[in-house]
């Protein structure tokens, strides 16, 4: 009869383990998730900025010359680049949903085949300059 008790409370033992187990890991997917889109939400605050938006009326516009770009306009669109790779890399490492990217900043392609010359041009010296913000774009649906 301890016998069975013993089992009966071991096994009781090992599915309240199993059980708190699953709980977190659920618990850190949820907080992974969590912080990757509070990261997004944060690229994406940073992106609205005056000056981005300015940098990509410009780009939308076509009214941005990428082969003689002038200091100001040339820190812009660094700045916006560094942003779209960061988008770019969460969405890489699938920290980040595809489809929440495409929601947020839909006008990755445009930007990307608008300053493609200038992000070739930054690539005969940086191999890897924007890999991953050219390999998000060509995910777009």
Not at 33 to 53: D, F, G, K, T, V
Not at 61 to 69: G, P
Not at 107 to 132: G, W
Request: aromatic share 6%.
């Amino acid at each position: 009869m301890w016998d069975a008790v013993a089992a009966i409370s071991g096994l009781v033992s090992a599915v309240v383990v199993i059980v708190a187990c699953v709980y977190a890991a659920n618990q850190l997917r949820e907080t992974r998730e969590a912080r990757a889109l509070s990261s997004l939400l944060s690229i994406h605050q940073e992106y609205q900025a005056p000056a981005l938006r300015r940098t990509r009326r410009l780009i939308r516009d076509s009214r941005l010359d990428v082969t003689s770009i002038q200091d100001e306009e040339r820190h812009g669109l660094d700045d916006l680049l560094q942003k779209l790779e960061l988008v770019a890399f969460l969405s890489s490492r699938k920290l980040v949903q595809l489809e929440d990217v495409v929601a947020l900043f839909p006008s990755i392609p445009l930007i990307v085949s608008e300053i493609r010359p200038y992000i070739d041009q930054r690539r005969l010296t940086n191999p890897t300059y924007a890999e991953h913000t050219l390999t998000l774009a060509s995910k777009y649906p």
